[in-house]
């Protein structure tokens, strides 16, 4: 049982709700439910007086969610969804809603254009967040960083190998590889920041027309490029039917891009895009590891596979 099944807990999250909605004169109109309930936490959909909101807690290893939804509230409200509380210590989150997922919202409509407002304003985001640097390290935000990253993949990998198959030797000697294109991607000279590393269409989110980031559990500063391997090529390449390589990802590129416009020559942003889409896998692969589970085993297993072999997914 973890800790979200705790009758004890479930009292408290809630009497924290109602206290936190209660400042804003807001009333519980219906029944609260639980739509996710994981090992990591749970997401609880209260119906109040001005529509839902919703209630998020955590484990505490991913307790640096808080932090850094509460520093994206202050810094950059339009990008997040209202903050209603947050309680640091416990894990937990109150958001207002932030409408339709933007896999809901494509399925519908028939088309992936708000991506190009989510990029855009994912960009200036991390531009905005790069000198928040030590305070993000300082509330626990995992550190990816490119001189890092080699030794913690060199970790990573020589843990797991006998458990990965025909990837494990693989991944093992690609260690010096992956040492050379930290050292490429770095020469970039683009600052550390905050790198959301899971930006899929079910964390970007659209309501009247503008469009919001969300989830940041997966969040680790490190490299801003290393999203575009994920974003792009796990996603936005799979097009409206799911299917590999059936939509062109360029323009979505040049969207992202043009947020960092003056920062270096855009051949320089292009050449490092190319490089850091497939070191995003390496990151994704370790910071997205979650020990004694058979499905995240798989899911690095997949990511250390498209590293290595250094195409699009």
Do not use: I
Request: hydrophobic fraction near 45%.
């Amino acid at each position: 049982m973890t800790t979200y099944d705790d009758p004890a807990e479930q009292v408290d999250l809630l009497a924290w709700v109602h206290a936190r909605l209660e400042v804003f004169g807001l009333g519980v109109t219906g029944e609260v439910t639980r739509p996710h309930v994981r090992p990591w936490g749970v997401v609880v959909r209260v119906p109040t007086t001005c529509g839902p909101v919703w209630a998020k807690a955590v484990e505490p290893s991913l307790r640096h969610e808080v932090a850094v939804t509460t520093l994206l509230a202050r810094r950059r409200p339009d990008a997040v969804a209202p903050l209603l509380g947050a309680d640091a210590d416990r894990g937990w989150l109150l958001l207002a809603d932030a409408g339709e997922t933007l896999r809901e919202v494509a399925a519908r409509q028939r088309t992936l254009a708000p991506w190009h407002d989510a990029l855009g304003l994912y960009a200036s985001v991390q531009r905005d967040l790069a000198d928040e640097a030590a305070e993000l390290l300082a509330d626990g935000l995992p550190d990816l960083r490119l001189p890092r990253l080699p030794d913690l993949y060199a970790d990573l990998v020589g843990r797991l190998a006998p458990d990965l198959g025909d990837v494990g030797a693989a991944a093992l000697g690609a260690v010096p590889l992956l040492r050379d294109l930290c050292a490429e991607l770095a020469a970039s000279g683009l600052p550390d920041t905050l790198q959301h590393d899971d930006l899929h269409d079910a964390q970007v989110f659209v309501r009247d027309g503008r469009v919001r980031l969300l989830d940041w559990g997966d969040a680790c500063l490190s490299h801003p490029f290393l999203t575009l391997a994920v974003t792009l090529d796990g996603v936005l390449a799979w097009g409206l039917d799911d299917e590999e390589a059936s939509e062109d990802t360029a323009p979505y590129l040049e969207s992202y891009l043009a947020g960092w416009a003056g920062t270096v020559s855009h051949e320089q942003l292009v050449a490092a895009s190319r490089v850091a889409r497939r070191l995003g896998w390496a990151c994704r692969a370790v910071n997205g590891h979650v020990p004694q589970d058979p499905d995240s085993l798989r899911s690095t297993r997949t990511r250390l596979r498209m590293f290595l072999d250094g195409r699009a997914g």
